[in-house]
């Protein structure tokens, strides 16, 4: 273990003092916080203002036409009044169109009620905006085809008042706030992205010193079970320090948003959140660091790690496929299997965790089968430290990999 804390030591010194490590660090918090300081600086409504502007594009108002060959229009719903204007012919609709008063317009056929018939002509470059087009003529034949009845149109129109009381035990997260999907959304980004970037950094630093034959110098005194998790162990420590600073600078980020725009506690995360996602993002990053560190131990250079790297994080591939099944239903069978199931529960628990609450014993279920996991990998792996490995500069062979895990390389 002595030799182990040196290679910890020295492989966490090197990650945390580069250059590229600090100022990620550093800057991916400060810029927004200098952002925010300058909101609250400026007031609530200003800085709300100036968002509002710079993301928010202004709303223009779209006119659209119709002719009526059916004869079934009688009138036309105050709320349409300003946005549809009647055409007595088509030739006057057109004119309307080129003149720019109109951006598009409908003719609905006198066979309407037998056949449902309404063409539609649109300038080329409004393609999207047709499709407010066609809301409006589905509003204005409902409202005349009810004979104008406005209680029956509004009725039609918005069919039922909804109440929704989720039946489970634990607390839910409102289904009807954006932030319930968002938030998730976010979250399922963060540690997909933290996971394999930490890990992808691992895999370059070992290939880059197999390149330079340091490993086999290193391999001389070390045994390769310490080498590995000396490694895994100090880039965890670096990935951690950088999730942890993220993720604390983005719940305060979010707590600071809600004094200063009065965000609602559906924008707010709870702390053992922050507390569960540690150890995930720890036992995740262990298990691909130490696949990419096999990686690392059997490739000839540099650039064959890309094709290989890909093919271990099917996997997280696999999560950023589904979170958003799993979003929606948290509960579901593939939610539950994919957050228990080791290589992708590091993603796909922290994703649950976000949108709903989670029973303990799953919770506890996955750390146990991630940590076997990792103690799995590691001495797989390390059987692929050999000379005939490390000295060939043959391309990776699959069969070495199979050979590891299942104790024959």
Known sequence: MHKFGLVFKHELRTL????????????????????MSIASGLGVEQSSEIIEDFFVPEEQVRVDGFVDH???????????????????????????????????????????????????????????????GREKIDDLMAFNLLEGDMGVYERMDAPMVLEEEILA???????????????PYVITFFFYFEIFGSASTLLRSMTKEKENYVLEELLSSLRPVELIAGKVAAGGVAGLLQTVVWFVSSIALLRMSGRQFGLSEEFMLPTSVLLWGIVFFL???AIY?????????????????????????????????????????????????????????????????????????QLLLAIA?????????????????????????????????????????
């Open 70 to 132: 059916s004869g079934l229009v009688e009138e036309i719903p105050e709320a349409l009044s300003e946005t549809l204007l009647a055409f007595a012919t088509e030739a006057e609709a057109q004119e309307a169109m080129a003149d720019g008063d109109i951006q598009s317009w409908m003719v609905i056929e006198a066979d309407y009620l037998e056949s449902g018939l309404v063409k539609q002509y649109n300038a080329p470059d409004d393609l999207l905006g047709s499709l407010d």
């Open 16 to 35: 945390v003092l580069r250059k590229s490590y600090l100022i990620v660090l550093v800057l991916v918090p400060l810029v927004p916080f200098i952002l």
């Open 283 to 285: 036992l995740g990053y």
């Open 369 to 409: 089968l991630m940590a076997l996991t990792v103690v799995w990998i590691v001495n797989s792996v390390s059987r692929l430290f050999h000379a005939r490995f490390m000295l060939a500069d043959e391309s990776l062979k699959i069969k070495h990999f199979v050979k590891a895990f299942i104790g024959k390389a």
């Open 289 to 361: 660091a130490s696949l990419m560190a096999g990686i690392g131990a059997v490739v000839p250079n540099i650039k064959e790690t890309t094709q290989y790297s890909l093919l271990i994080s099917t996997p997280l591939i696999a999560c950023m496929m589904t979170f958003m099944f799993v979003i929606g239903k948290p509960h579901s069978v593939l939610a539950v299997v994919m957050s228990l199931f080791p290589f992708t529960a590091p993603v796909m628990m922290m994703t649950r965790l976000a949108a709903t609450t989670v029973p303990l014993w």
């Open 169 to 183: 035990e634990t607390p839910q997260r409102d289904p009807d706030s954006a932030m319930t999907f968002f938030l």
